[in-house]
């Protein structure tokens, strides 16, 4: 038998080959551009799409994968001889992503652990991929579950918009609503916590947004360094290549803890809440395993 599969969602920001290399299944969710309604996947509608259509005032927004989805997914997995499954996801505060995983794994023919990851992007990205590497090992759903949600709760997220608008439309943004009254004067810097988009600082200029950003970067490093021998670092974007590049050519000469430093553009469905010009640090230290 093949042992544990490990599904997720395209939100987690992974890459197509690093998922065919970490034998992870991705679900994708839908993006709705002027209420045409396309998979987030390279060959429907990509990052560049959506931040392409924000820019130019189209209507844009998003919805969850059908439990359909998810159960065709777990239906496949075990034809291919899986024992069971781990499904992991953005939080459930964001999205009902994990709703129709747990619908459909009511009816799958092997067992599903449905795991609400409590965050996004690279910061779920990085759990899905130490679930893999486990579930690769041998380890069992419960373990495997186990790692994913140790090594999400252990993450740190901080991320720059350069307007809350796009997350006040999509309803999005929970406590950061206290900004919106002074969006217009300050860039605002964000945070996630308790699965949910919440206020961090409030700083006056882009430039100071930025700066502050890679500080909180590097203080969040120092401190997973003394949990973890290993840590990675994400540098998010939006259509902002250049951007996520310079600042992680700051960060490189910060940093000296073991661990991949890498550039993910964020999914489009998170894109299309974010908005263009959005920049993000992921702090993920390795769970050791147990």
Known sequence: MAGVAVV????????????????????????LIDDVS???TPDAVTPAVVAAALRTGRRVTTSRPSPEAFAAVYAQLTRAGYEAVVSIHLSRAMSGTCEAAEL?????????????SKTLAMATGFAVLSAAAAARSGAEAEQVAEIARRRA????????????????????????AALLGSALSVKPLLTMTDGQIRPYERVRTASKALARLEELGVAALAKAAGTSET?????????????????LGRLKGRVSTPGDLIVSEVSAVLGAHVG???LGIVVSPRPDRR
Do not use: C, K, M, W
């Open 8 to 31: 997720t969602d395209s939100t987690a920001s992974l890459n197509l080959s690093e998922a065919v290399a970490a034998g992870v299944a991705v679900v994708p969710l839908q993006v």
């Open 38 to 40: 396309q998979p987030e």
């Open 104 to 116: 459909a794994a009511e009816g799958s023919p092997i067992p599903v652990t449905v795991l609400d």
């Open 153 to 176: 709760d252990a993450s740190t997220t901080y991320f720059y918009v350069d307007t809350l608008e796009f997350l006040r439309r999509g309803g999005r943004i929970g406590a950061a």
């Open 231 to 247: 840590v990675d670092v994400a540098v998010l974007h939006l259509d902002d290549e250049e951007g996520a590049a310079s600042l």
């Open 276 to 278: 263009p010009g959005t």
